[in-house]
Each structure stands twice: as C-alpha cells, then as structure tokens.
C-alpha cells in the first residue's frame, strides 16, 4: 500500500523537465542570415498585421474612429522607423542604430 500512495504522489508531482533551447541556426554569411531570419521575420509581421484586421469585426469588437487612427499612427511610426534603420544602413551608418524603444501600446 506504501509502495502504491508513493507512486501516486510521484505521478501527481512529476520532477519539471529541462527544456531544451532550440538550437541557433547558423549561417555561412550576413547574406545568408538576412535571407533565413529576414523572410521569416517579415512574414510574422505580415500575419501580425493580418491578425489585427480580426479586430475590425464590429460584431465582436467596439471601436472608435480615434482609436483606429491612434493604432494607425503607432504602426506607421514605427514602420518609418524600421525602414529609416534600413535605409542607414544602406548608407552606411546602420551600426548606430540601437536605440532600444518603448515596445507597448496602449490607446
């Protein structure tokens, strides 16, 4: 009976198991790390983006005008930033660029 109660405490209070980290892929060049992570990082913003027009379904969601206008500002400043960066950095100054930024929004 012992036996049988310790199994059922080590089953209800299982050890926590050590996550593996997800291994960095590595990349032969800056090239070949812009065309791995860039790609990937642009469509996450394009499916972000895409999740935020859920929002405009009036049936589910109550909005102003002024908020939709304050969300828009906040995404169009932040994407002028972003392609200011780039365009630096095309130019040749993109090393002093990190800045960091306040990352919340709120209406």
Not at 18 to 29: C, D, G, I, Q, S
Not at 39 to 44: E, F, N
């Amino acid at each position: 009976m012992a036996q049988t109660q310790q199994a059922a405490a080590v089953a209800m209070d299982p050890a926590p198991k050590a996550r593996k980290k997800p291994e960095r892929k590595v990349y032969a060049n800056p090239r070949e790390r812009w065309l791995g992570l860039g790609s990937d990082r642009v469509s996450a913003v394009i499916d972000a983006i895409r999740v935020l027009g859920h929002c405009a379904n009036s049936d589910t969601y109550e909005f102003q005008a002024n908020e939709v206008t304050v969300a828009q500002k906040a995404i169009d400043l932040e994407l002028a930033k972003v392609f200011e960066k780039f365009e630096n950095a095309l130019k040749g100054a993109g090393s002093q660029l990190r800045k960091k930024t306040d990352k919340s929004f709120s209406f």
